[in-house]
Structure formats: structure tokens, C-alpha cells
């Protein structure tokens, strides 16, 4: 269930997956966590005319220290003050008729079944909204995007600094860079043996 201001809505999709990238530069090189969230469509309590589908996430990412194992979130909690964190790191957005900042929020991962976490991620957005979130979020994998390396084993074995790459197996793809030319080779990640 979401809850935004005095309004609630029912989850259509929810979704957690990681992101890595590589640069040339190594201290940019690495991995962050997303988070995307749809509900179904729905009236917010001021807007009784009009309906919406509000969209809870956190695109750009975050790190997660001390974890090198997609399976030991369980117990994490991360907080956001206001909205970048030390890192530069965003708190996330709601997008309803248009996106609202979060400035302070609260992502905490409860406990796992099987690829699912359950989930509580509470906040106020840029409007002083306050919005809850709480439900399961499905790990989808790992997606991987480089230019500077083109070798599947070349990739994992830079990834493995950042996670256990035994716990994967890969879907090769390959892309190409319309803005200035350059082919850069893409993978997605996808978790085995999920217990």
C-alpha cells in the first residue's frame, strides 16, 4: 500500500535492481541500487476530479557499504536529511502530475523471501507531502553498461569488488552510443538460486 498525503493507492509493479557502471575514471566506477514503484490508478484526496497513477522511485541510485552479497539487505536502513545525502546521492521523487523531490526519506529493507523484500520507505516530499510506502519489491538483477570494457570476464571480475557475481547468471546485449558514435556493450545480470 502507498500512501500519499490523505490519499492511498494500491501497487501495480514494484521493482529493486542494481545498476553498474564503469568510466575511465575508477573512483566513478560502480554499483548503485533502484528503485521503482507504479500504483494503480487512483484520486488524490484534493483532486477528486482528476485520477492518477502516482510513481514512487529512485532512478538515479544509491550505495549500500558493507554489502557485497544481493541477499544481506535485510536489516539496511537508509536515511535521508535532505534531499542529496552526503554522496550527492538524491532521496528520490513521486511523480504525479509532475515530479515532486523527496527532501527527507527513509528506505528500510524489513526482511526477504525468495527475490522479494519487504520494503518501508516514508518521507515528505518537496511539497510537504508525507508519503509511506510499505509492500515487497522484487530484485530483478543487475544491469551493466560499459564503453572502456568489452569482455564478459573482464566485466565480472571489476564487479566482483563491489559484489558476488557467482550469485548471477548473464544475458549479453550490445548498444550503440547515438551521441558520439562509440558501441558499448551491455549486460544484465539476473540472480540464480534464489532461496
Do not use: Q
Not at 513521486?94 to 515532486?100: G, L, M, S, V, Y
Amino acid at each position: 500500500m502507498f500512501k500519499f498525503g490523505g490519499s492511498e493507492f494500491k501497487v501495480e509493479n514494484a521493482e529493486l535492481y542494481a545498476v553498474f557502471t564503469t568510466y575511465d575514471d575508477e573512483e566513478d566506477t560502480g554499483l548503485v541500487w533502484c528503485i521503482d514503484i507504479d500504483m494503480e490508478e487512483g484520486t488524490l484526496e484534493e483532486e477528486e476530479e482528476e485520477t492518477v497513477s502516482p510513481n514512487l522511485y529512485h532512478e538515479n541510485g544509491f550505495r549500500i557499504d558493507d554489502v557485497h552479497s544481493w541477499k544481506e539487505l535485510a536489516g539496511v536502513t537508509l536515511e535521508w536529511e535532505e534531499e542529496e545525502n552526503d554522496y550527492g546521492e538524491y532521496a528520490g521523487y513521486i511523480h504525479t502530475f509532475d515530479n515532486e523531490a523527496i527532501i527527507e526519506g527513509k528506505i528500510e529493507f524489513l526482511n526477504r523471501n525468495g527475490s522479494k523484500y519487504l520494503v518501508r520507505w516514508s518521507g515528505i516530499t518537496e511539497y510537504e507531502t508525507p508519503f509511506e510506502f510499505e509492500g515487497e519489491l522484487n530484485f530483478t538483477g543487475i544491469f551493466a553498461d560499459s564503453a572502456s570494457v568489452s569482455e564478459l570476464e573482464e566485466l565480472k571480475s571489476i564487479m566482483m569488488e563491489f559484489i558476488d557475481m557467482d550469485e548471477f547468471e548473464c544475458v549479453p546485449e550490445s548498444g550503440y552510443d547515438k551521441d558520439n558514435g562509440e558501441h558499448h556493450s551491455r549486460w544484465t545480470f539476473i540472480p540464480k538460486n534464489v532461496k
